[in-house]
DNA sequence: GTGAAAGCGCTAACAC
DNA sequence: GTGTTAGCGCTTTCAC
């Protein structure tokens, strides 16, 4: 049988309060007496308490839990963010409870129903939905945290990588190399991320005088995807010198086409790719990326959560954190700039 | 403020117990009046009532939790090990909290203590510790099921790869090529997967009468040790035509040390190594490897621990499932042989 | 310095 | 068919 309050307290014959009392550390502030405080303290250890932390709940409405939906865990790079979340909520005494949303809508409102009947005291989220709407509603009860993906106007607080800076970076490598046809293979594209580097490549070409040249293929954030449009792309009659591939499955995708093809990397076209992934240095050439600053987008989110839970007031702080450029050796001068 | 049974009670007119079996699907079994039914849910959806899974696991004594404990969420294997398991206790209607031990025993305590004091119904533990002696105390109040890793002797049920194969098939690929002189670059030689893997390579060279042969060194699951170790046996006199490497970060470290010797894959040396990724397939040349079933290993901890949990016994099997061959092109007959 | 008791939201035995 | 009530383990107000 489980141990108790109740049981420690009739086996040393103090009242339930008081035990309550010794074991939250609140022996002071009440004043108990040294003996007293130790031998509940004794009897604790003994018989191994370990205190429902559901009663509690139930009694503080706090549970110093914290829900996280990401929309798949398999994948390294929500692995990276998710991993991040909960090391840094640990580390300020919370548990997390992950809901694996499969970037499917339904599973989505399904996790957040979970959490809420679980009382969670916030929410985490990569949403995988259109709009925030949904979420916007839960915020009313419980403070939702984004991640990485965020909505076009939205009231809710974000955590993110400034992907249109992104963007601008990865085009302006290339740029700054000679490329002028730079095809640029997209994820999902109504995606925020998606979006704003698209936006932010659109907007270097601009700057460049080359908007005319703007390539903008696919529709996924897959290896598939990427291997299709580059096939397509490198089949053409006016190939393009350079790819920009806004993932790294797109990436993989890309480079396979590529290698199947017969040209080389970077000679004969060059290569950039978003996202950082240790592997990415072990390919042949090693890729040039655009890191995003996964740790800190983790670890901000969590504290801001965190905070806003204390105060009991809605966070509003919407945060863009700056991309980091890897620059490896897939990128090298177009053939027809020699 | 929330709603709860009681407001619900008090608005529709009927008493709390009705409501509650209404909205626990128990209407048939109480024979409540159809009219009845619907008023109740009608004003349930209405007010948007959410269930409180905190009172009803302090109650029931079951809370539809599960604790997983995993060593490193941001290593891709894990990951997947965690996806699964996520995945396949949501469809049973469980909440997976995560902890992350990070490798280090103390973190695995403590967080066992957090999931036992939220009441978990189960624990998923991928190990981190040299023995099952508090995991098998754990046991004792809630059941355990390791994953991965488990320990020479315990009761505790376990579902992992069938190492030792895995190390055996490895070794024969490169034997059946000709190769005499493999190196094995092992990681944390304590590990149950470790010393199995060990075991079947050995036992492997033993069957082809080459047990004078074994080169067995390195004592870490990383890149810095797969570099070391690698730098270390291809600089040496007696240079082995083949390197087994027992995990992916291994391998990594392998990969670069022999690249930066001016030896090719596998003209020079032959590779063979542990654990599947996507990644694999595209370093040049592709990597033959041994690939864990995780998918399958996950879902089947979880099986096993449900029932137990339904059946209220301790769940007693220890399953080995069996290792997929991978084979690509790091492999080839050893310049000697030729 | 310590204790008694109410109540958090829920289920289920028992009552009618 | 529906209602009353005890109790899950905890915190905290109020009392002494």
Same mark, same amino acid.
């Given at each position: 049988?489980?141990?108790?309050?109740?049981?420690? =307290?009739?086996?040393?014959?103090?009242?339930?309060?008081?035990?309550?009392?010794? #074991?939250?550390?609140? *022996?002071?502030?009440?004043?108990?007496?040294?003996?007293?405080?130790?031998?509940?303290?004794?009897? *604790? /250890?003994?018989?191994?308490?370990?205190?429902?932390?559901?009663?509690?709940? #139930?009694?503080?409405?706090?549970?110093?839990?914290?829900?996280? #939906?990401?929309?798949?865990?398999?994948?390294?790079?929500?692995?990276?963010?998710?991993?991040?979340?909960?090391?840094?909520? /640990?580390?300020?005494?919370? +548990?997390?409870?992950?809901?694996?949303?499969?970037?499917?809508?339904?599973?989505?409102?399904?996790?957040?129903?979970?959490?809420?009947?679980?009382?969670?005291?916030?929410?985490?989220?990569?949403?995988?939905?259109? +709009?925030?709407?949904?979420?916007?509603?839960?915020?009313?009860?419980?403070?939702?945290?984004?991640?990485?993906?965020?909505?076009?106007?939205?009231?809710?607080?974000?955590?993110? +990588?400034?992907?249109?800076?992104?963007?601008?970076?990865?085009?302006?490598?290339?740029?700054?190399?000679?490329?002028?046809?730079?095809?640029?293979?997209?994820?999902? %594209?109504?995606?925020? %991320?998606?979006?704003? @580097?698209?936006?932010?490549?659109?907007? *270097?070409? @601009?700057?460049?005088? #080359?908007?005319?040249?703007?390539?903008?293929?696919?529709?996924?954030?897959?290896? &598939?995807?990427?291997?299709?449009?580059?096939?397509?792309?490198?089949?053409?009659?006016?190939?393009?010198?350079?790819?920009?591939?806004? =993932?790294?499955?797109?990436?993989?995708?890309?480079?396979?086409?590529?290698?199947?093809?017969?040209?080389?990397?970077?000679?004969?076209?060059?290569?950039? =790719?978003?996202?950082?992934?240790?592997?990415?240095?072990?390919?042949? %050439?090693?890729?040039?990326?655009?890191?995003?600053?996964?740790? &800190?987008?983790?670890?901000?989110?969590? /504290?801001?959560?965190?905070?806003?839970?204390?105060?009991?007031?809605?966070?509003?702080?919407?945060?863009?954190? %700056?991309?980091?450029?890897?620059?490896?050796?897939?990128?090298?001068?177009?053939? +027809?700039?020699?």
């Amino acid at each position: 049988m489980k141990e108790t309050l109740v049981t420690i =307290s009739k086996r040393t014959g103090f009242a339930i309060s008081t035990v309550s009392r010794v #074991l939250n550390g609140q *022996a002071e502030k009440y004043r108990i007496s040294r003996k007293t405080v130790e031998l509940i303290l004794a009897e *604790a /250890r003994r018989c191994d308490y370990t205190p429902s932390l559901l009663a509690k709940g #139930l009694r503080m409405k706090r549970t110093n839990t914290l829900g996280l #939906l990401i929309p798949q865990v398999s994948n390294p790079y929500f692995a990276d963010i998710a991993s991040a979340i909960i090391r840094e909520a /640990r580390s300020h005494g919370y +548990t997390v409870m992950v809901v694996d949303t499969m970037e499917n809508e339904e599973n989505e409102q399904e996790g957040i129903r979970t959490m809420l009947s679980r009382r969670v005291d916030g929410i985490v989220a990569v949403p995988c939905g259109r +709009t925030p709407d949904h979420l916007e509603k839960v915020n009313r009860s419980v403070p939702v945290m984004l991640v990485d993906r965020s909505f076009e106007r939205t009231s809710l607080p974000y955590v993110c +990588t400034d992907n249109y800076r992104g963007g601008v970076e990865a085009t302006r490598i290339l740029l700054q190399r000679g490329h002028r046809r730079i095809a640029c293979i997209q994820g999902v %594209p109504h995606s925020m %991320p998606n979006r704003r @580097r698209v936006q932010g490549y659109l907007d *270097a070409l @601009r700057q460049a005088g #080359l908007q005319e040249e703007a390539i903008i293929t696919g529709d996924a954030f897959s290896l &598939e995807n990427g291997y299709r449009q580059t096939k397509l792309a490198v089949a053409g009659p006016d190939r393009p010198t350079a790819i920009f591939a806004l =993932s790294n499955t797109i990436l993989l995708g890309a480079v396979k086409a590529i290698r199947e093809s017969g040209l080389r990397i970077p000679e004969d076209i060059s290569v950039v =790719s978003f996202d950082d992934n240790p592997y990415l240095d072990f390919l042949v %050439p090693a890729i040039t990326r655009i890191g995003q600053p996964v740790e &800190e987008i983790g670890k901000t989110a969590v /504290r801001l959560l965190l905070e806003s839970i204390r105060e009991e007031v809605r966070c509003r702080t919407q945060l863009q954190l %700056p991309p980091e450029r890897i620059v490896r050796d897939s990128v090298a001068n177009p053939r +027809t700039a020699k």
